[in-house]
């Protein structure tokens, strides 16, 4: 059982390269999102995706651009990379939100990425 | 927009020793739902526990266990009979419960270091 698998694990970009980031659940999620890590920081919100064929912005959208392929993938492209968009990125996946029922969100091992 | 916050940037305690992590948030509504993730240096995000805001009693995992007061918007995690395998970075995360699929709004963590 993988759970949530994002590729790559590790990524060295140079300024103004452009690059996608996959992600890909198991688990029949309705819900999927991209998170971003920078140290001494917790988890941001960069883009979700409540649905197959519906995303919204996060907290920090702005250099990104995702797509819901379809159920099971989610992924994040950076057009232009810039050296702040250097980070740990994180997937996510969740069961629509319940009435009263928590669902938690189930991460993927993240990837590293630097840009230069 | 809702904020989390951990006033405790590392935390330190003996193992076999009880250690609380305190989380407060900022929200006008009045119901969502609360999680303490663990990060250890894997880089994984596991859950440790979740609450429910509607929900009085306090949630219980084994030897975690979390204080959660409504009313002053505190939700602090207890860990008993701490072990070394506990050493990590603990996020405190806040999730709406209103229809869609927003994210988690974390906080910046606490680095919990367990002492042999």
């Known amino acids: 059982n993988a759970g949530v698998t994002q590729t790559p694990k590790f990524q060295v970009l140079k300024t103004g390269q452009s690059m996608t980031l996959q992600c890909a659940q198991d688990m029949n999620h309705n819900s999927m999102y991209w998170y971003r890590q920078d140290p001494g920081m917790g988890l941001r919100l960069i883009y979700y995706s409540a649905s197959e064929g519906t995303t919204d912005k996060g907290e920090v959208p702005n250099g990104y651009n995702v797509s819901r392929l379809n159920k099971r993938e989610f992924s994040l492209r950076l057009e232009s990379a810039a050296p702040s968009q250097t980070s740990v990125y994180f997937c996510?996946?969740?069961?629509?939100?319940?009435?009263?029922?928590?669902?938690?969100?189930?991460f993927g091992d993240g990837t590293r990425l630097s840009i230069l | 927009a809702q904020t989390v916050t951990q006033s405790q940037p590392e935390m330190s305690v003996q193992e076999a020793e009880t250690v609380t992590l305190s989380c407060t948030y900022d929200t006008s509504e009045s119901d969502y739902y609360l999680f303490w993730y663990k990060q250890p240096p894997s880089r994984q995000m596991i859950l440790v526990i979740r609450q429910e805001a509607y929900k009085q009693q306090n949630a219980t995992e084994n030897r975690f266990s979390v204080n959660f007061q409504k009313a002053a918007k505190s939700f602090s995690l207890k860990i008993s009979d701490s072990q070394l395998g506990d050493a990590a970075m603990y996020f405190c995360a806040y999730r709406s419960a209103r229809g869609g699929a927003d994210g988690l709004t974390f906080g910046k963590g606490t680095h919990l270091i367990i002492q042999p």
């Open positions: 996510a996946s969740s069961r629509r939100p319940g009435q009263g029922v928590v669902q938690p969100q189930h």
